[in-house]
T-cell receptor
């Protein structure tokens, strides 16, 4: 299957700061990609869908000004959590749309 | 919005037993996918189903796309310790002009040796 690299795997930040998570597809190009969030022992919840060169489409209840998505190219997307709060602590997973969705390894964010 | 109901939520079985889990939806889906997630990692695709009635196997895993396009099941035969993990069904609902993948709640599989 396709390889998607997500970085960092783990990050701890102070409340009020911003954190950037990078998602890169290593062996294919994709116009569409997704960002999911997963709280402990829960399922993956779609946060937003983005197409390269366009603004992201956010799911209901997800603040677009807090979770900034930049889909810079067909192989790179970033998620920036701005003014992070402890309740933003979660597992964030990106996925690129090919013939199916290929997921990154995920990033654990802990806000203290 | 579109929701997937996955059951059971958890399973405790003996090594060697067969496993069955399923997902249902109130709306029609274009695609059904089954993923396995190990702790601290992203989900890994096990089986993808694209047509109603499709039955696909991947080793000891078998999955089917329901004829009504509103359900799917996953079977694991002769379970082994490395099958432990959380299994998610996922599907792409029919949404005009958009494509997204929604997930079921997951089935946590525990195997007693």
């Amino acid at each position: 299957g396709a390889v998607v690299s997500q970085h960092p795997s783990w990050v701890i930040c102070k409340s009020g700061t911003s954190v950037k998570i990078e998602c890169r597809s290593l062996d294919f190009q994709a116009t569409t990609m997704f960002w999911y969030r997963q709280f402990p022992k829960q399922s993956l919840m779609l946060m937003a869908t983005s197409n390269e060169g366009s603004k992201a489409t956010y799911e209901q209840g997800v603040e677009k000004d807090k979770f900034l998505i930049n889909h810079a190219s067909l192989t790179l997307s970033t998620l920036t959590v701005t003014s992070a709060h402890p309740e933003d602590s979660s597992f964030y997973i990106c996925g690129f749309l090919g013939n199916t969705i290929y997921f990154g390894e995920g990033s654990w964010l802990t806000v203290v | 919005g579109q929701q997937l109901n996955q059951s059971p939520q958890s399973m405790f079985i003996q090594e060697g037993e067969d496993v069955s889990m399923n997902c249902t939806s109130s709306s029609i889906f274009n695609t059904w996918l089954w993923y396995k997630q190990d702790p601290g990692e992203g989900p890994v695709l096990l089986i993808a189903l694209y047509k109603a009635g499709e039955l696909t196997s991947n080793g000891r895993l078998t999955a089917q796309f329901g004829i009504t396009r509103k359900d799917s099941f996953l079977n694991i035969s002769a379970s082994i310790p490395s099958d432990v993990g959380i299994y998610f069904c996922a599907g792409t609902p029919i949404i005009q002009g958009a494509q997204k993948l929604v997930f079921g709640q997951g089935t946590r599989l525990t195997i007693n040796p």
